[in-house]
């Protein structure tokens, strides 16, 4: 059977624990199973952390790396994504993708060649939500009972992680503009999973009480709107030294990239309590622990 993982919900709870143990590993003990194989890495979005993760992942399980643009193949331009996806088959054991739309992914996982994992898209973002967890479990032990909140505008970033928390027991907060949460397809999306999220407009209501503070920019790469309004909208949910004190045993995480004095105060990315440069590492195992989970 051909593994893929589009988001988190492609897994039962069992298969996300498997993939976290596996991240968590030594890397001698994955006994290399890319070994001799490709990886093909399309990238229609740039990126450092996933760009840098997935290819020292994909080393260090033994294989070789093929980073590859949207330029260079042209997906629905130069040939169709079903095409693009047959012929990186014939070359590589698996496709890692970043792209735009979700449906691109979609459509490479039905041509059902090889498998593809989703490096980000606009839908879902789950090896960042594997690092999360990770993160969590390292700082707490456990994410049973734990309270992750999130704070800012639902995105792919959110769901994914909404996911990741709810099979590992925690519970998800989220607190953003009213305009901007989730939608009820996203609700639909976690209820199938068995996840229930908290919804508030109030820091206040949610914060307290709070195990990790989580935060994303506010203006996501390829933002088409009104920078500045998208800014506004956000007046008040900046995460900084203030807001922490109301959860003071909380850990603050970002995914970053982070556009410092906006979603987060400097004090908040560099203070004591913040863990982003442990999650940005994790970036690294939750990749190893995902190939190796597919290609054991």
């Known amino acids: 059977m051909i593994r893929h993982l589009l988001d988190i919900d492609d897994l039962t709870h069992s298969e996300l624990d498997e993939i976290l143990e596996l991240a968590v590993l030594p890397v001698a003990e994955l006994n290399r199973p890319l070994e001799g194989k490709g990886i093909a890495a399309i990238f229609t979005k740039a990126s450092a952390r996933t760009r840098n993760s997935t290819e020292m992942g994909v080393v260090q399980l033994g294989g070789h790396p093929v980073y590859i643009t949207g330029e260079e193949i042209g997906m629905d331009d130069r040939e169709s994504v079903e095409d693009v996806t047959h012929t990186m088959a014939c070359y590589h054991a698996g496709i890692c993708a970043r792209v735009h739309g979700h449906e691109v992914l979609e ?165 004591p309590q913040s863990r982003i440069w442990q999650q940005a590492a994790n970036r690294l195992n939750a990749v190893r622990g995902t190939l190796g989970w597919i290609h054991r």
Not at 154 to 165: I, T, Y
Not at 213 to 235: C, K, L
Request: net charge negative; aromatic share 6%.
């Open 107 to 271: 459509r490479m996982r039905a041509v059902n060649k090889v498998p593809v994992v989703n490096l980000l898209s606009d839908q879902a973002h789950p090896l960042q939500a594997i690092a999360d967890v990770l993160t969590i479990k390292a700082e707490f032990g456990s994410l049973e009972g734990r309270v992750v909140t999130y704070v800012g505008e639902a995105n792919n970033v959110s769901r994914s992680l909404a996911l990741a928390v709810g099979f590992q027991g925690g519970e998800i907060r989220l607190v953003c503009p009213p305009e901007k949460g989730m939608t009820e397809l996203d609700r639909d999306r976690l209820g199938a999973a068995g996840v229930v999220a908290m919804e508030t407009d109030r820091v206040a209501e949610a914060v307290p009480g709070s195990d990790v503070i989580y935060s994303d920019t506010w203006v996501s790469m390829g933002f088409s709107g009104d920078r500045d309004a998208q800014v506004r909208s956000f007046e008040g949910y900046q995460v900084d030294e203030s807001m922490l004190s109301l959860a003071p045993d909380a850990i603050f995480l970002h995914c970053l990239p982070a556009h410092r004095g906006e979603e987060a105060s400097d004090g908040a990315l560099d203070g």
